[in-house]
């Protein structure tokens, strides 16, 4: 299956944001630049990932009736691993599944990897398609 050959960089979400764990909800989603699609937030501390997001309807509903004063540190996901732009998808792939990840980082570079390295990111979604990309190849 030689899609599943590609990059992790190949393959990944490249629109991703990059937010301070200090900033508010309420204000990252008043953002203009992820109005009405969905979103992945890699959460900066330090200069260091610290998390992800995923923002979606459901968040946007949940925070409309949730206070104001919620950072996105608080709600966002230690549930990720951190990949280098060249490994080898079907590897990120098996490494998400072991470490039951949401998402992977893609970071250019070496370790330890810095939020100026951040890439994108790679979710069940962008697995998907690189998943329907490879069964196109084979005509029914």
Same mark, same amino acid.
């Given at each position: 299956?030689?899609?599943?050959?590609?990059? @992790?960089?190949?393959?990944? *979400?490249?629109?991703?944001?990059?937010?301070?764990?200090?900033?508010?909800?309420? @204000?990252?989603?008043?953002?203009?630049?992820?109005?009405?699609?969905?979103?992945?937030?890699?959460?900066?501390?330090?200069?260091?990932?610290?998390?992800?997001?995923? !923002?979606?309807?459901?968040?946007?509903?949940?925070?409309?009736?949730?206070?104001?004063?919620?950072?996105?540190?608080?709600?966002?996901?230690? *549930?990720?691993?951190?990949?280098?732009?060249? *490994? !080898?998808?079907? *590897?990120?792939?098996?490494?998400?599944?072991?470490?039951?990840?949401?998402?992977?980082?893609?970071?250019?570079?070496?370790?330890?990897?810095?939020? @100026?390295?951040?890439?994108?990111?790679?979710?069940?979604?962008?697995? @998907?398609?690189?998943?329907?990309?490879?069964?196109?190849?084979?005509?029914?």
């Amino acid at each position: 299956n030689m899609d599943l050959v590609r990059s @992790a960089g190949d393959i990944m *979400d490249a629109q991703t944001l990059i937010v301070p764990a200090e900033q508010s909800v309420e @204000a990252l989603l008043s953002r203009s630049d992820n109005e009405g699609r969905l979103s992945y937030i890699v959460v900066a501390d330090g200069g260091r990932v610290s998390g992800v997001l995923r !923002i979606n309807t459901a968040l946007r509903h949940a925070s409309a009736a949730a206070q104001s004063d919620i950072h996105v540190g608080e709600v966002a996901s230690r *549930d990720f691993i951190i990949v280098l732009e060249n *490994d !080898i998808a079907f *590897d990120v792939i098996g490494r998400m599944w072991r470490h039951h990840a949401i998402m992977a980082v893609v970071v250019r570079g070496s370790a330890p990897p810095e939020v @100026a390295h951040v890439l994108g990111v790679i979710s069940k979604e962008q697995i @998907a398609d690189a998943v329907a990309d490879s069964v196109a190849v084979y005509p029914p």
